[in-house]
């Protein structure tokens, strides 16, 4: 064996630990996503709120918070961040099928 490969207990360990680290990011990222839909939400009732006061209604509420800046960005924010997540959590999942199949070639000792 050259010093440039990886015998399958090797790779079996490395890509284990890469796809622990990857869903660790997903899960980070997937945080993040609810944090922005949830000031989505919240910036929303608030507006609402302030609007019924003003005697506005609720579609009128609704159509002026959505074409706020702070709706957008926390819509951008939750896409994005929900994009990350998936990405990430494709890659674990690859990363967990790659070990799992190097565990299943392993040469077993004679």
């Given at each position: 064996?050259?010093e440039?490969m ?40 608030l ?25 957008r ?12 997540a ?25």
């Amino acid at each position: 064996m050259t010093e440039f490969m990886i015998d399958n207990d090797e790779g079996e360990e490395l890509s284990w630990t890469l796809a622990e680290s990857l869903l660790e990011k997903a899960r980070t990222m997937m945080q993040e996503a609810e944090t922005a839909l949830e000031s989505f939400v919240t910036g929303k009732e608030l507006n609402r709120q302030l609007c019924s006061s003003r005697g506005i209604g609720e579609s009128d509420a609704e159509i002026r918070w959505n074409n706020t800046a702070k709706a957008r960005k926390a819509l951008a924010d939750t896409t994005f961040n929900t994009t990350q997540a998936t990405m990430y959590y494709g890659a674990a999942t690859a990363n967990f099928s790659r070990a799992l199949y190097l565990r299943s070639h392993r040469r077993e000792p004679v």
